[in-house]
């Protein structure tokens, strides 16, 4: 499993720059309308959900906790078509889809970091990311009604140290590669 998963390093690489890439969008992006940052959220749950599927289908079959990762992406890829689909809801059904998005992949990820047998260096690193998710949607459920700048800093914080986070990992898994 570890080897075959160090085969496939790029993913996670690709997965942690698409998150700091978004972030640094929405850290700059301050002559953008609410309707241009809603549809690259959109895009941005789309692309992550993508990549967490390619990782998880990249693993070997025999590999139980895949499911994991590949529910994690699926949940991703929904929450970005509903995005996509009403770019016009209400602020606070954004903030909810954020929270809830945020909370659900944090599980998944935490789950997976616990009882997968993955023998891989940084394995812990899906458990802080899963952690960091859902600190993330927790603040955001207790707060619904932040102001959106408060939210987009938020979110762009939380994609940077999770795509800080993929990437060590894609460079470990890079390190332990057979090739």
């Not at 499993?1 to 085969?7: F, I, Q, R």
């Not at 990249?58 to 590999?63: D, G, I, K, L, V």
């Given at each position: 499993?570890?080897?075959?998963?160090?085969?496939h390093?790029?993913?996670?690489?690709?997965?942690?720059?698409?998150?700091?890439v978004?972030?640094i969008?929405?850290?700059?992006?301050?002559?953008?309308?609410?309707?241009?940052?809603?549809?690259?959220?959109?895009?941005?749950l789309?692309?992550d959900?993508?990549?967490a599927?390619?990782?998880s289908l990249?693993?070997?079959?025999?590999?139980k906790?895949?499911?994991?990762?590949t529910?994690?992406?699926?949940?991703?890829?929904?929450a970005?078509?509903?995005?996509?689909?009403?770019?016009g809801?209400t602020?606070?059904?954004?903030?909810?889809?954020?929270?809830?998005?945020?909370?659900?992949?944090?599980i998944?990820e935490i789950?997976a970091a616990?009882?997968?047998?993955?023998?891989i260096?940084g394995?812990?690193?899906?458990g802080i990311?899963?952690?960091?998710?859902?600190?993330?949607?927790l603040i955001?459920?207790?707060?619904?009604?932040?102001?959106l700048?408060?939210m987009?800093w938020?979110?762009?914080?939380?994609?940077?140290?999770?795509g800080?986070?993929?990437?060590?990992?894609?460079?470990k898994?890079?390190?332990?590669?057979?090739?």
């Open positions: 499993m570890a080897k075959n998963l160090a085969k390093w790029w993913a996670f690489l690709v997965r942690g720059i698409v998150a700091i978004f972030a969008l929405l850290l700059t992006a301050t002559g953008f309308t609410l309707q241009v940052l809603i549809i690259l959220l959109g895009l941005y789309v692309l959900g993508l990549f599927i390619i990782a990249m693993t070997s079959p025999e590999h906790n895949t499911w994991l990762l529910v994690e992406g699926i949940v991703s890829i929904l970005g078509i509903f995005v996509l689909a009403l770019p809801t602020l606070v059904i954004l903030v909810y889809l954020v929270a809830i998005w945020a909370v659900v992949t944090g998944f789950i616990f009882i997968s047998s993955w023998a260096p394995k812990s690193f899906v990311a899963g952690l960091i998710s859902i600190l993330l949607g955001i459920l207790l707060y619904p009604l932040i102001s700048i408060a987009i938020l979110v762009a914080i939380y994609d940077l140290v999770i800080i986070t993929l990437i060590i990992l894609g460079i898994l890079k390190a332990g590669s057979p090739e």
